[in-house]
């Protein structure tokens, strides 16, 4: 069954560096997503992404953060100048019609601590 | 912006009860989905409620869309230990793909 792949499982850095996360969208599928979760609580949107770009983003994803489609397979969230209060499960996930219209199938994520 | 509310929070039965979580939007949605993530892990699909007043089911599991298409509700019938895990409800945020996730119900079920 294809799935969503997201590396590292487990990120630890040093506050004020900078972390990229990676994620391997299901092959066919066409939008992008990034979630996070701090520890224990709801699933909080930060971006999607379709053709490219950003559709929509939320108040959480400010300058620190960007994401990019760098070969037809990777999509990564790049989170600059990290503060302790990033640290959560990032998850990433895809949809074949847009998740308006069906499911959307999430990766395992990536647990980022930073210290 | 928009709010999506479960209750309860948290929710501990004993294996062979029965289980209700209630989804709660503060605008109109048109479509509903829900998850479930199990203790460590990610959210995985349960199933998408389109039209006003639809039920669907899932062996055990009856899932509810109202009428105003502004709630819903998970129920879990003779629950089992394999249920553990948190349920979300997750609509459509307001924007063209952005999907808002509700706060969740963990659910407990006590051997």
């Known amino acids: 069954e294809p799935e969503v792949t997201q590396t590292p499982s487990h990120q630890v850095t040093q506050m004020g560096q900078e972390v990229i996360l990676r994620c391997v969208p299901i092959?066919?599928?066409?939008?992008f997503y990034w979630y996070r979760q701090i520890l224990g609580q709801k699933v909080e949107f930060l971006v999607s992404?379709?053709?490219?770009?950003?559709?929509?983003k939320s108040e959480i994803f400010d300058d620190q953060f960007s994401v990019e489609r760098p070969d037809g397979s990777n999509f990564t969230l790049k989170i600059r100048s990290t503060k302790l209060e990033d640290s959560a499960m990032y998850f990433c996930?895809?949809?074949?019609?847009?998740?308006?219209?069906?499911?959307?199938?999430f990766g395992q994520g990536t647990r980022l601590t930073v210290v | 912006g928009q709010q999506v509310m479960q209750i309860p929070q948290y929710q501990h039965v004993q294996e062979g009860e029965d289980f209700t979580t209630y989804c709660n939007s503060s605008?109109?949605?048109?479509?509903i989905q829900w998850y479930k993530q199990r203790p460590g892990g990610h959210p995985v699909f349960l199933i998408q409620?389109?039209?006003?007043?639809e039920v669907k089911k899932q062996k055990r599991l009856t899932f509810q869309f109202g009428e105003a298409k502004k709630n819903s509700s998970l129920h879990i019938t003779a629950t089992q230990t394999t249920d553990v895990g948190t349920y979300f409800c997750?609509?459509?945020?307001?924007?063209?793909?952005?999907?808002?996730f509700g706060t969740g119900t963990k659910l407990q079920v006590i051997p």
């Open positions: 996930a895809s949809s074949g019609r847009g998740w308006i219209n069906t499911e959307a199938f």
């Open positions: 092959s066919n599928h066409l939008y």
């Open positions: 992404f379709y053709n490219n770009e950003i559709s929509e």
């Open positions: 605008t109109t949605l048109s479509n």
């Open positions: 409620l389109v039209k006003s007043g």
């Open positions: 997750a609509g459509p945020g307001g924007g063209y793909q952005k999907v808002t």
